[in-house]
């Protein structure tokens, strides 16, 4: 018997002390290797070499890519936004400000990274992916910065797939640890808008029927309004379902409101006849169902109101029942008569000899202005001078304006005011059309003109 070599000892006593593992082929070699004492020493190497493979062949470990290559690349992703914080009573804006919405997390980018998919992930991370998409040839705009490519003063922007390509270079060039800021200007984002739903404050969108109460820029305010005025509306209510009339229109073919007389006869409801007997009835001088003695109920009747017709008004148009048989001509003699007494009557009359002496001739040059210069009537008081010019423009022109006082007082829009008032914001206050409204800045200037003269020469 040969000597057994001391390696192939220290071999054999290594896997008797390892524990047993669970293969048909580990049990047969370290029998072999426990009864081959008297083998040969190639043998005994051999059968040593493949047991030590057969056993540890699970617990060989294979390389797995570091954390941050799981992870990828960190980015900083940021959503800004103008938001409002302070509107006025129409919920137009006056005030905004800027807000910034920020978050972190890890996106993997490599060679086949695609840009609308690397926006999407982005998007994800700010909240957004459920209101706006990539565009699939170009879009959204993003301003994109990291160390050595840009900074957050000047970014680089990126638009297009072959600037997306550039950066994304560059990224995978640097390390692991690089972290990329990106920005999304959400005020820019409109054309790519995937749904109609407007961003709440919340982080997440979840639709609730009260965040119009509490977001909304056409929310109602009652205190925008006195108790009269919100009296007066709550009356119109009244009379609008009590009167409502299904066979005339309005002006422009909304729904129509008209008093039944007594006899019959339908009397259309304006703003200014609603204003009056609202009034009344805040006072408790009428009901809904009995307009007030002071009310005008006489005037058009037909079912529409009538418009002006130039600076005359409206006209009567000519009858087609008209009598068109030419008059008799009258005698001539008759006509000299007429003209003849019409001339008389026109000739100066000697008038009688006055007993007082002529006037003295003044050495002071009389003031001719003295007399255009005077008021043709009083100055009407602060307060009611806004309803007076309402007034006298109804009388110049024939435009009905007076029930737009509330309306202009609850604004401080006075006479002087309502020249400089763009002629859409008047249009919206007055619900009247275009020329009239220019009609009305016309004849405020002419108005506010003599004002100004009278309490000069006051």
Excluded at 350 to 370: F, G, I, M
Excluded at 438 to 448: G, N, S
Aim: proline residues 8%.
């Amino acid at each position: 018997m040969s000597p057994i070599p001391i390696a192939d000892l220290l071999n054999a006593l290594d896997k008797e002390n390892q524990p047993p593992v669970a293969s048909s082929k580990t049990v047969v070699a370290r029998t072999s290797s426990a009864a081959s004492f008297g083998t040969s020493s190639s043998k005994a190497n051999s059968a040593a070499s493949q047991d030590t493979q057969t056993e540890r062949a699970p617990s060989i470990e294979v390389d797995e890519p570091a954390e941050e290559e799981k992870l990828g690349y960190l980015h900083r992703v940021t959503a800004t936004e103008k938001r409002p914080v302070a509107t006025n009573r129409q919920g137009v804006v006056t005030k905004t400000e800027k807000h910034e919405d920020t978050r972190a997390g890890h996106i993997a980018m490599h060679q086949e990274t695609e840009r609308s998919g690397w926006i999407n992930l982005c998007l994800r991370l700010v909240g957004l992916h459920q209101h706006y998409a990539p565009g699939e040839l170009s879009g959204p705009r993003v301003s994109i910065y990291f160390s050595g490519m840009g900074t957050k003063s000047s970014p680089c922007t990126v638009m297009t797939d072959d600037e997306f390509s550039t950066i994304l270079k560059e990224v995978i060039r640097r390390n692991k640890k690089l972290t990329v800021n990106v920005v999304f200007n959400v005020d820019d984002m409109g054309p790519w808008r995937i749904n109609n739903l407007k961003r709440t404050h919340a982080d997440s969108f979840e639709p609730d029927p009260r965040q119009e109460l509490v977001f909304g820029t056409q929310v109602p305010r009652t205190d925008a309004y006195s108790p009269r005025a919100q009296l007066k509306g709550t009356a119109v209510g009244h009379l609008k379902r009590q009167w409502h009339c299904d066979t005339h229109k309005g002006e422009h073919g909304e729904e129509g409101y008209c008093w039944i007389a007594p006899d019959g006869r339908h009397v259309p409801l304006n703003n200014y006849r609603f204003d009056g007997w609202s009034s009344a009835m805040v006072d408790g001088e009428a009901s809904k169902y009995t307009p007030p003695d002071s009310l005008d109920l006489d005037g058009n009747s037909s079912g529409t109101l009538a418009r002006p017709r130039g600076r005359g008004g409206p006209r009567p148009s000519a009858s087609t029942s008209a009598v068109t048989a030419a008059a008799p001509v009258p005698d001539i003699n008759t006509l000299l008569s007429v003209a003849v007494a019409s001339l008389i009557g026109q000739l100066p009359r000697a008038q009688p000899r006055s007993a007082t002496p002529p006037p003295v001739p003044s050495a002071t040059v009389p003031n001719v202005h003295s007399v255009n210069n005077l008021p043709i009537s009083p100055v009407p008081p602060r307060n009611t001078r806004l309803r007076t010019c309402l007034a006298d423009f109804y009388q110049a022109e024939e435009v009905d304006a007076r029930a737009c006082e509330d309306a202009f007082a609850r604004f401080d829009i006075g006479p002087d005011i309502i020249p400089s008032v763009p002629v859409a914001r008047l249009g919206d206050l007055t619900h009247l059309s275009e020329g009239n409204v220019l009609r009305l800045q016309r004849f405020c200037t002419r108005w506010q003109a003599r004002l100004d003269a009278k309490l000069e020469k006051n």
